[in-house]
């Protein structure tokens, strides 16, 4: 089992960067994939990206390639999210999420096995 917890998220311009961290803690986190997921006021829990074990392979959806970068320090047992150029529509409660399967590319909230709080990042215009 693992335990995740999100930080770094905050109120932040249009145009603006942040960086979202999770730590994972428990039995070997370094060997989870691990992802981002968005979620809005009355939405679904939306993919934004996911990293491999080793962090060789990430994956970013469209609308986060180019602004947003996955990455992972397995010494620290971190995971981060690089957000630049924030836009309004970027703005939600962010969560991380692992999946203690071999890593390929789950974007559907119900294939990962746990879960952090979450972390709000609101952007103004």
């Known amino acids: 089992q693992v335990q995740l917890v999100e930080s770094g998220g905050g109120l932040v311009q249009a145009g603006d960067s942040l960086r979202l961290s999770c730590v994972a803690s428990g039995r070997s986190p370094d060997i989870y994939t691990l992802a981002w997921f968005r979620q809005s006021p009355g939405t679904e829990r939306d993919f934004v990206a996911a990293i491999s074990p080793t962090g060789q392979s990430t994956y970013h959806t469209e609308s986060a390639k180019g602004r947003f970068t996955i990455s992972r320090d397995n010494v620290k047992n971190t995971m981060y999210l690089q957000m630049n150029n924030l836009k309004v529509e970027d703005m939600g409660v962010y969560y991380c999420?692992?999946?203690?399967?071999?890593?390929?590319?789950?974007?559907?909230?119900?294939?990962?096995?746990?879960w952090g709080q979450g972390t709000q990042v609101t952007v103004s215009s």
């Open positions: 999420a692992a999946d203690r399967r071999t890593w390929r590319v789950a974007v559907m909230p119900s294939e990962y096995h746990y």
